[in-house]
């Protein structure tokens, strides 16, 4: 007989598994080489499905090692006033893998490129954490990891997306608003859902032309989010008291 | 204008680059700065009693300049890097070429001038514009490759450079008045070029604030929302502006007067210092994505403050070696006249 804790287990991953069904992992296999065909990876994220339960968040960490006081991805997380009072907003944030990139060509060491099929990659071993292309990304998408002493960033999972499987954020995403495919390919889901759909990316007038698009994005959280209070403050405040 | 978001989950990624780029940009600014006075005392005369203070205070400030850069790498083992590497794109690639150059540049004027050089004086005058055109290109790289990242508001303008090459300018000249003080040396055009540029550096801060202020354009709009909404910068500003006054009247008042020129330049030194930690560790604490700032901490934190002693001492160790090149102007007359007559 199963004990409780196993069957909450099995119940977990039951639901991760349905949560990913969303998503079709076809869309993120590779064309075999043989045809000549690269995909452009993108993503499209479904806000109106988005929970904001950082599953996304966690899974990300796990599968890439990211330090504890880093993040590849994350959800920020809102309260915005709406007609009715209070709401709710999220807004799951990851290197928008440019096709106009600026942290590319600010390096000095030729360490952070773009592949063909659009990731935007960093050689770890020619990096040497100079952190220019951290202030470069408007979307502070980049970080210096602290554990390895370079420049670090979401890469779509390129370990997995060359497995043929779906990055780890997309996989575990409980409500299927994590979308992951080929942009170019007309009937891949994420093409499809950027043709059937209003779609806006982030800080569109920084000329970097993301390739993360978001449906459902309230245009107060489209440039720099005007929050007035919230955890940040409190944070700022227990280091005055601490400091 | 929207009101009453609150973040309730939100996320900091850190400053990528810490308190030693402060160190770097001050003491390779101040080279560049000293450099330049050297160079045009030395185009009228290379002998002129005012080249051997400005050139002692640019090769103290220049050959201490790579320690702190080397330290803000994260991998400061992998510099060879940039040297492997053709990243034509990129200003910081150009200046890792342009900082050896101009460093020695100054290395070789060090042992020109110094005792050991004197067979070599037909040299000099190639060297010198030789390091002063790599002096303006390490001004150029240093502020230009800031003031092209668009992501940092506080450094994307015209203004942004202009006022960084200044304030060089004004700590450079700074450097040498207090170097000349010291060591009982003619301190040239220094506490001129103090003085003037003192006075066109605070004027050029509050009209880059001013254009900025009303609806926040440019990198000065950006610059006055940090210093309204964050006490240490408003406190700061208030400091580069109490230097950088207190610096002119000193410089202007005497130029003759070696303690009045030595206020002049630590008072210079300082106030390009806090303009650069405004600018550095300010900017960086403005979050790109949400309109809040990162906690900004001063000279609180230990790893600051012994970058700071260690700076410092380095650059100590620095002035006593190279007070055995760059000798008094006196003893080095006395060395001249006893080699011609050796020979």
Known sequence: MKTRRELLSLGAFAALGLAAAPAPAASAQPKPSSSGYTPRWGMVIDLRRCIGCQACTVSCSMENAVPTNAHRTVVSTYEIPTDKGPGQAVLPRLCNHCENPPCIPVCPVEATYQQNDGAVVIDAEQCVGCGYCVQACPYDARFINEETGIADKCTFCVQRVGAGLLPACVETCVGGARNFGDLKAENSHVATMIREHKVDVLRPHMGTRPQVYYIGLDGRLQDRVEAESGSRQLREQNAHEEG | ?343
């Open chain 2, 1 to 343: 204008m929207e009101h009453g978001i609150v973040d309730l989950i939100s996320f900091d990624q850190g400053f990528a680059w810490r308190h030693w780029a402060v160190w770097y940009f001050l003491l390779v600014g101040s080279a560049v700065g000293a450099l330049l006075i050297a160079f045009v005392a030395a185009m009228r005369d290379e002998n002129a009693p005012q080249v051997r203070p400005a050139l002692f205070a640019a090769a103290a400030c220049g050959i201490t300049a790579p320690f702190p850069l080397l330290a803000d790498l994260h991998q400061p083992a992998r510099f060879m890097h940039f040297y492997l590497s053709l990243a034509s794109d990129s200003i910081m690639w150009w200046g890792s070429w342009f900082l050896p150059a101009f460093i020695g540049g100054l290395a070789v004027l060090v042992l020109l001038y110094s005792p050991f050089g004197v067979r070599f004086t037909a040299y000099r005058r190639l060297v010198w514009y030789w390091t002063a055109a790599f002096a303006v290109a390490v001004l150029a790289y240093t502020a230009g490759e800031m003031a092209i990242v668009r992501a940092r508001p506080a450094w994307h303008d015209v203004f942004f450079p202009v006022l960084l090459s200044l304030s060089a300018f004004v700590s450079g000249s700074g450097v040498v008045a207090i170097v000349a003080a010291v060591r009982g040396e003619n301190p040239g055009a220094a506490p001129r070029v103090l003085g003037v540029g003192s006075v066109l550096f605070v004027l050029g801060v509050l009209a880059w604030i001013a254009v900025g202020w009303g609806d926040s354009v440019g990198s000065g709009g950006a610059f006055a929302e940090l210093a309204t909404k964050v006490s240490p910068i408003s406190l700061l500003l208030l400091m580069t502006g109490v230097c950088g006054v207190g610096g002119a009247l000193a410089a202007l008042a005497a130029p003759r007067v070696a303690s009045l020129n030595a206020l002049a330049g630590v008072l210079a030194v300082l106030g390009a210092l806090i303009f650069r930690w405004e600018l550095f560790m300010g900017a960086q604490s403005q979050l790109k994505t949400e309109d809040g700032l990162m906690p900004f901490s001063l000279l609180t934190n230990s790893d600051a403050l012994a970058g700071l002693i260690g700076t410092v001492g380095l650059l100590a160790v620095i002035v006593a070696v190279l007070s055995f090149f760059l000798v008094h102007e006196d003893e080095n007359a006395d060395s001249h006249t006893a080699s011609h007559t050796a020979l």
